[in-house]
């Protein structure tokens, strides 16, 4: 079976721009989580959608903004990006229903650089 | 305020011996999860092991166990015969949220060097 995957997996942007990142979850899982990775802020919550609709948000600025569709595929948008934005994003998966509902696998991240 | 404590930054252990990851946690919550994951200098984060806060009996997978001490809210991983490729940073993480949707806390990690 497939693990999760996750595009692009480098990306240089620019402060100002937008990006989106991609992320498609295990065959079966409906979950889709993010996170964010720093150095100073260690990893953080993002947020998670199943079934096209937002479950949970963390604490961040309504600039990340996220979206799943209907085959669990999940982007993850962030405007007008700041310095602060330089970060691995890494992608969740899991499954909504049964025994295994609460083990998260992860994706091998995307690497954002801002300049 | 939901919390993990990852009080040791980095550890030492030989090769094949034993070793114990320290993880403290703090919620207010009846219903939680605990979890460990492993992230190798590649970067992708591992699955290690899970410890709902209803699971009577400490969870093991393979060479690795939680133990779980409810009273004392601690959630710690050990790990047996420690082999080279063990060498990683583990973050303990606690789930907060149930089926409707959860969000995954995270402590700092911990660095563990296995030495030859």
């Known amino acids: 079976k497939a693990g999760v995957t996750q595009t692009p997996r480098y990306l240089i942007k620019t402060r100002g721009q937008q990006v989106t990142l991609s992320c498609s979850p295990i065959?079966?899982?409906?979950?889709v989580s993010w996170y964010q990775q720093t150095p100073g802020q260690g990893l953080q919550f993002l947020f998670e959608?199943?079934?096209?609709?937002?479950?949970n948000k963390g604490n961040f600025p309504g600039r990340f903004s996220g979206r799943q569709f209907s085959n669990s595929r999940s982007e993850m948008n962030v405007s007008t990006l700041e310095l602060g934005d330089s970060a691995l994003y890494l992608c969740?998966?899991?499954?909504?229903?049964?025994?295994?509902?609460?083990?998260?696998?992860f994706g091998p991240g995307t690497r954002l650089t801002v300049t | 305020a939901q919390k993990i404590t990852q009080t040791q930054p980095g550890m030492f252990v030989q090769e094949k011996e034993a070793v114990t990851l320290d993880c403290t946690y703090d919620t207010s919550d009846q219903s939680y999860g605990l979890f460990w994951y492993k992230q190798p200098s590649s970067g992708e984060m591992i699955f290690l092991i899970y410890q709902g806060s209803y699971d009577e009996q400490n969870a093991t997978e393979g060479r690795y166990s939680l133990n779980f001490q409810k009273a004392r809210k601690s959630a710690n991983l050990v790990i047996s015969a420690s082999q080279l490729g063990d060498s990683a940073m583990y973050f303990c993480a606690m789930r907060e949220g149930a089926t409707g949707g959860f969000k995954t806390i995270f402590g700092a990690g911990t660095r563990l060097f296995v030495k030859a």
């Open positions: 065959s079966g899982h409906r979950s």
């Open positions: 959608y199943f079934s096209e609709t937002q479950r």
């Open positions: 969740a998966s899991r499954m909504t229903t049964g025994a295994l509902l609460y083990e998260q696998y």
